[in-house]
C-alpha cells in the first residue's frame, strides 16, 4: 500500500530534486504510486535503461534508496506533455506478457512498461472503498502521467499486473483511442504453471482468488465456503476462469476494433507472425528487418524474470515436465472446471481473437 508522503530537504540528497514541472515532462521520472490520504503522486527517477532492465516496475525490482518527488495527484495531470499513443496488455499471468511488453522497448517506436506499481494502488484503493478523490479522475490523471513519451513519434504500451483487470473497462473507456490484447495462457497450461512453482504457486492463486472476490469478480456459484473446499489447483482454475469471464466481457462490450484476445502456444508457436499482427493492431509500424531484430533479440531469447537464455523451446520442456508430474491431477481438474465453465457461459476461446486461427 502507498505511504504517506515525506518531505525531502537537499541536504538528503546527494543531487538536487528537480521543479516539479521538469520533472513531470520527464517519462524516466516515473509515477512510482498513488496516495490517496494526501491525493498525491510519487515520481521516481529510473532512466529508461534501469526501466528495461528491471522485471517489473515495482519496489522488489527498482533500485534501493531512490528518493520520490511528492507531487498533488491533479498538479501532476495538469503539467504533463501531450500524451503518446497508449495500448494495453492485459493479461491472466503465466502467459508471456512480461515478453511481450519488453518487446515492445524499442527507441524511436514503442516503449513497454512492465506492471506499473500506480495501478496496483489504485485496486487497492478501490478495494478499501476508495474514499477522498473522485476514482475516475484519479485514474484519468495516472492514464496521463503512463503517456508521457519516452522519445518522439513513440507509443507505450502498458502492460499492468493482473491485479489491474479490473480496471481495465474504466481505463478503455477513459481512453477512447487505446487499444487492448487480452493475453491468457490455455487452461491446462496455466494449471501445468501454477503446479509446477509448487507452494509458492499455490498460495499465490489463493491470493489471487482473494483480491478477485474483493473485486466481486467471480460469479461461478460457489460460496466462501466452497473455496475452502477446494484443492490449491481448483482455486487456480477458479481465478483463471473469472479473469477469463472479464476478457469476455472487455471483447463484448469493445468489440474487435479496440480489443483482441491471444494464448500464449499460438505466441510461442509463431512469434513474428503474431507480434507483426499485434503491432499492426496497435497501429505501429513495423518492417520486416525491425521484426526480425524483435523475434530475435532478448525479449524471445532471454527469460523474461531471470534473464537466462530462454527460448520457446525451453518453455515448452518445462511445460511438458510439470504436465507429466502433475498429469492425473491436471486433467482432473480442467475437465471440472469446464464443466463449471459452461455453466457460467464462459467461453475457453474468449472472441476477437488477434490471429483467426487461434485456439487454445
Request: net charge negative; charged share 20%.
Given at each position: 500500500?502507498?505511504?504517506?508522503?515525506?518531505?525531502?530537504?537537499?541536504?538528503?540528497?546527494?543531487?538536487?530534486?528537480?521543479?516539479?514541472?521538469?520533472?513531470?515532462?520527464?517519462?524516466?521520472?516515473?509515477?512510482?504510486?498513488?496516495?490517496?490520504?494526501?491525493?498525491?503522486?510519487?515520481?521516481?527517477?529510473?532512466?529508461?535503461?534501469?526501466?528495461?532492465?528491471?522485471?517489473?516496475?515495482?519496489?522488489?525490482?527498482?533500485?534501493?534508496?531512490l528518493e520520490p518527488?511528492?507531487?498533488?495527484?491533479?498538479?501532476?495531470?495538469?503539467?504533463?506533455?501531450?500524451?503518446?499513443?497508449?495500448?494495453?496488455?492485459?493479461?491472466?499471468?503465466?502467459?508471456?506478457?512480461?515478453?511481450?511488453?519488453?518487446?515492445?522497448?524499442?527507441?524511436?517506436?514503442?516503449?513497454?512498461?512492465?506492471?506499473?506499481?500506480?495501478?496496483?494502488?489504485?485496486?487497492?484503493?478501490?478495494?478499501?472503498?476508495?474514499?477522498?478523490?473522485?476514482?475516475?479522475?484519479?485514474?484519468?490523471?495516472?492514464?496521463?502521467?503512463?503517456?508521457?513519451?519516452?522519445?518522439?513519434?513513440e507509443a507505450v504500451v502498458v502492460k499492468p499486473s493482473n491485479v489491474a483487470n479490473i480496471l481495465a473497462a474504466p481505463i478503455l473507456t477513459l481512453r477512447p483511442d487505446a487499444r487492448a490484447l487480452l493475453l491468457r495462457a490455455p487452461l491446462r497450461t496455466y494449471l501445468a504453471s501454477i503446479a509446477k512453482k509448487e507452494m509458492d504457486g499455490r498460495l499465490w492463486v489463493r491470493n489471487l482468488l482473494l483480491g478477485l472476490l474483493d473485486d466481486n469478480a467471480v460469479d461461478l456459484g460457489?460460496?466462501?465456503?466452497?473455496?475452502?473446499?477446494?484443492?490449491?489447483?481448483?482455486?487456480?482454475?477458479?481465478?483463471?476462469?473469472?479473469?477469463?469471464?472479464?476478457?469476455?466481457?472487455?471483447?463484448?462490450?469493445?468489440?474487435?476494433?479496440?480489443?483482441?484476445?491471444?494464448?500464449?502456444?499460438?505466441?510461442?508457436?509463431?512469434?513474428?507472425?503474431?507480434?507483426?499482427?499485434?503491432?499492426?493492431?496497435?497501429?505501429?509500424p513495423l518492417d520486416a528487418a525491425s521484426l526480425v531484430d524483435m523475434i530475435s533479440g532478448p525479449a524471445f531469447t532471454r527469460h523474461s524474470k531471470f534473464g537466462s537464455d530462454f527460448a520457446s523451446a525451453d518453455r515448452a520442456e518445462e511445460h511438458r515436465i510439470a504436465n507429466q508430474t502433475h498429469a492425473d491431477e491436471i486433467e482432473k481438474v480442467a475437465i471440472w472446471a469446464e464443466i463449471v465453465a459452461r455453466g457460467a457461459g464462459i467461453e475457453l476461446n474468449p472472441p476477437a481473437p488477434l490471429m483467426t486461427e487461434a485456439k487454445s
Open positions: 500500500m502507498p505511504t504517506a508522503p515525506k518531505s525531502v530537504t537537499m541536504d538528503q540528497r546527494t543531487t538536487p530534486m528537480p521543479s516539479v514541472a521538469a520533472a513531470v515532462a520527464d517519462p524516466e521520472w516515473i509515477a512510482h504510486r498513488y496516495d490517496p490520504e494526501f491525493d498525491a503522486v510519487h515520481l521516481l527517477h529510473v532512466p529508461r535503461d534501469t526501466q528495461r532492465d528491471a522485471i517489473f516496475l515495482t519496489d522488489e525490482y527498482l533500485p534501493k534508496g518527488l511528492v507531487v498533488r495527484r491533479a498538479e501532476a495531470g495538469g503539467l504533463a506533455p501531450p500524451p503518446a499513443p497508449l495500448h494495453f496488455i492485459f493479461h491472466s499471468a503465466y502467459c508471456c506478457s512480461t515478453l511481450v511488453a519488453r518487446a515492445f522497448d524499442r527507441p524511436g517506436w514503442a516503449m513497454g512498461l512492465k506492471e506499473p506499481l500506480i495501478l496496483n494502488d489504485i485496486v487497492g484503493w478501490r478495494r478499501r472503498g476508495g474514499q477522498g478523490a473522485d476514482m475516475a479522475s484519479v485514474l484519468d490523471d495516472t492514464l496521463t502521467l503512463l503517456a508521457r513519451p519516452y522519445g518522439p513519434g460457489f460460496t466462501g465456503r466452497d473455496h475452502l473446499a477446494h484443492t490449491d489447483l481448483q482455486v487456480a482454475a477458479v481465478g483463471w476462469l473469472a479473469q477469463q469471464a472479464i476478457f469476455q466481457m472487455l471483447a463484448e462490450r469493445f468489440g474487435p476494433g479496440r480489443v483482441r484476445t491471444l494464448d500464449s502456444e499460438t505466441l510461442t508457436r509463431d512469434p513474428a507472425t503474431v507480434m507483426g499482427a499485434l503491432a499492426a493492431f496497435f497501429g505501429l
